[in-house]
């Protein structure tokens, strides 16, 4: 079967619906959600980045997906996609990835491409690895019940902690953020932008982003989050996150890791929320440590695939 994708800069409402429709079919055939928070973000709202849109149709039905992100100079192009559970090995799959691989050869000499497979399914694998990607970081989800037992946070060394307060914690927010993050690949190169573009989410709800503060200097925070409640396009009992915990570097060794999340899943469980998730990367001894202490197991995993530079 001869498949073809299409490309665009830019969609229409009506495709936006029809592939957020496609990603949640998949996500219930699959058990996990085929595109990113960031990603949706971008579908919803726009924005000024340049993104590649490659569609696949069938009787004009939207079946396949695949948004090619080419923002990043640092780290090269990075792109996901789905095909619909029932239009699967047709080669639909394989002739997105190869579509993703010409829109990401034009934007960087190397030919680097990343690839983004949510769930560790087989089925991404034996695509990726078909064609020439190899595995190249894993990231676990983890989860636990609210209805544990959550310990009171342990706050030393004259920590305090206060909720968000929008128009005046940004900077200092974005400060601690990049430092806590120094390592991360993609968190700590936050700007502005990216957390004014979470703080106009209908989910985003100051009194559940934590900070603390040490003789009034920022030393670490606990942003969380809750999903499924406000906007209406979840399809699932309501849950919470660790959204983003740091702690500066500073202020390690304090115990603030650890009381900083008690006090996250004790604000959520003050929400009437059973249950609690949050991501965190396979490589990641320390963090993947502090959330087994506080109770957390493994639920499901994503994988980066990469593409051998030429
Ligand atoms: C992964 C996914 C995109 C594959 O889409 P698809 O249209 O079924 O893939 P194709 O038909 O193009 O398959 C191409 C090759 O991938 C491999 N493959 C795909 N699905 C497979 C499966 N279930 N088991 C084993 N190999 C599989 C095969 O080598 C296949 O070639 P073949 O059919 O000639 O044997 C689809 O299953 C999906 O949307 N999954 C959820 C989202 C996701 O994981 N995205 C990340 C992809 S890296």
């Known amino acids: 079967?001869?498949?073809?994708?299409?490309?665009?800069?830019?969609?229409?409402?009506?495709e936006v619906q029809s592939i957020l429709?496609?990603?949640?079919?998949?996500?219930?055939?699959?058990?996990?959600f085929p595109l990113s928070e960031h990603v949706v973000l971008h579908l919803r709202h726009g924005g000024?980045?340049?993104?590649?849109?490659?569609v696949v149709r069938d009787?004009?039905?939207?079946?396949?997906?695949?948004?090619?992100?080419?923002?990043?100079?640092?780290?090269?192009?990075?792109?996901?996609l789905v095909v619909h559970p029932q239009h699967r090995r047709h080669g639909l799959g394989r002739s997105l990835v190869k579509a993703a691989v010409q829109v990401a050869t034009e934007a960087d000499p190397a030919g680097r491409l990343r690839l983004w497979a949510h769930?560790?399914?087989?089925?991404?694998?034996?695509?990726?690895?078909?064609?020439?990607?190899?595995?190249?970081?894993?990231?676990?989800?983890?989860?636990?019940?609210?209805?544990?037992?959550?310990?009171?946070?342990?706050?030393?060394?004259g920590v305090t902690l206060r909720p968000f307060v929008p128009g005046q914690d940004e900077e200092a927010w974005l400060r601690v953020n990049s430092r806590a993050f120094k390592d991360h690949p993609e968190q700590g190169k936050w700007e502005l932008r990216d957390l004014l573009l979470r703080m106009k989410e209908p989910w985003f709800d100051p009194q559940g982003f934590l900070l603390a503060e040490r003789?009034?200097?920022?030393?670490?925070?606990?942003?969380t989050k809750v999903h499924g409640t406000l906007d209406g396009e979840h399809h699932h009992d309501p849950i919470g996150e660790v959204y983003v915990l740091g702690v500066d570097p500073s202020a390690?060794?304090?115990?603030?890791?650890?009381?900083?999340?008690?006090?996250?899943l004790r604000y959520l469980r003050s929400r009437c929320l059973d249950q609690v998730m949050l991501y965190v990367d396979e490589s990641n001894v320390a963090a993947r440590s502090l959330y087994t202490?506080?109770?957390?197991?493994?639920?499901?995993?994503?994988?980066?695939?990469?593409?051998a530079q030429y």
């Open 119 to 157: 769930g560790d399914h087989p089925s991404a694998s034996a695509l990726a690895l078909g064609l020439g990607f190899s595995r190249s970081r894993v990231l676990w989800q983890m989860r636990r019940s609210l209805f544990a037992d959550v310990p009171e946070p342990v706050l030393k060394d």
């Open 215 to 223: 003789a009034s200097e920022l030393v670490g925070f606990h942003w």
């Open 252 to 264: 390690h060794g304090l115990g603030l890791g650890k009381a900083l999340t008690a006090a996250g």
């Open 293 to 307: 202490s506080m109770g957390f197991s493994r639920w499901s995993t994503d994988v980066l695939f990469v593409r």
């Open 59 to 80: 009787d004009g039905q939207l079946v396949g997906y695949a948004h090619v992100d080419v923002t990043d100079p640092v780290d090269g192009p990075s792109a996901e």
């Open 48 to 54: 000024d980045e340049p993104s590649v849109h490659l």
């Open 21 to 32: 429709e496609l990603a949640g079919a998949a996500s219930d055939t699959d058990g996990a």
């Open 1 to 14: 079967m001869i498949v073809t994708a299409e490309r665009f800069d830019r969609l229409t409402p009506a």
